[in-house]
T-cell receptor, first 114, second 110 residues
Framework: GAGVSQSPRYKVAKRGQDVALRCDPI?????LFWYQQALGQGPEFLTYFQNEAQLDKSGLPSDRFFAERPEGSVSTLKIQRTQQEDSAVYLCASSLVTGPYEQYFGPGTRLTVT | GIQVEQSPPDLILQEGANSTLRCNFSDSVNNLQWFHQNPWGQLINLFY???GTKQNGRLSATTVATERYSLLYISSSQTTDSGVYFCAGGPGAGSYQLTFGKGTKLSVIP
């Protein structure tokens, strides 16, 4: 594809609901990253996949956050029992694994928990 | 982990003016990138610059890896340059997550 795509672009959830956010990386990009961006801050790392393997999930803020990439392309970030502090923009990025390692970002999903 | 400090945090320019944005890193970084986040939130890639100097139109960037800093130069600024500029770097020479600074918010006024 032309770029990284994410859906939905906006999501409003009631506190306690589960949400699923989708990321379609650039075709051929083996590496996939999820970041969380709070208002007025820079993005912060959540988790990293190389193909279908989740190599680093050290940035996930709690066990309510779960990510998967079962076939090594599309990835889903799931948040269970959403809380107000989960409100943020969730960004997905992809890159080559063999270099150059430039990351390209999707437009993000803005999650609002009410 | 790596700490990234960007300066200045806010910058207001008259259209046509030049500016320099700076990014300091607490440790050696690779995969250093500069981004422009537009008002709709999209992160737009400006430069991938682990070292050296690159130019693209009115923008140029220089990274001095041995001194752990990078500079972004904007010349003849335009109102469309407004937004937030982020630098980010990864810890190793490979595919690693990026650590971002807090950004520089640029406002260019006519």
């Amino acid at each position: 594809g032309a770029g990284v795509s994410q859906s939905p672009r906006y999501k409003v959830a009631k506190r306690g609901q589960d949400v699923a956010l989708r990321c379609d990386p650039i075709s051929g990009h083996v590496s996939l990253f999820w970041y969380q961006q709070a208002l007025g801050q820079g993005p912060e790392f959540l988790t990293y996949f190389q193909n279908e393997a989740q190599l680093d999930k050290s940035g996930l803020p709690s066990d309510r956050f779960f990510a998967e990439r079962p076939e090594g392309s599309v990835s889903t970030l799931k948040i269970q029992r959403t809380q107000q502090e989960d409100s943020a923009v969730y960004l997905c990025a992809s890159s080559l694994v063999t270099g150059p390692y430039e990351q390209y970002f999707g437009p993000g999903t803005r999650l609002t928990v009410t | 982990g790596i700490q990234v400090e960007q300066s200045p945090p806010d910058l207001i320019l008259q259209e046509g003016a030049n500016s320099t944005l700076r990014c300091n890193f607490s440790d050696s970084v690779n995969n250093l990138q500069w981004f422009h986040q537009n008002p709709w939130g999209q992160l737009i890639n400006l430069f991938y610059i682990p070292s050296g100097t690159k130019q693209n139109g009115r923008l140029s960037a220089t990274t001095v890896a041995t001194e752990r800093y990078s500079l972004l130069y904007i010349s003849s600024s335009q109102t469309t340059d407004s937004g937030v500029y982020f630098c980010a770097g990864g810890p190793g020479a490979g595919s690693y997550q990026l650590t971002f600074g807090k950004g520089t918010k640029l406002s260019v006024i006519p």
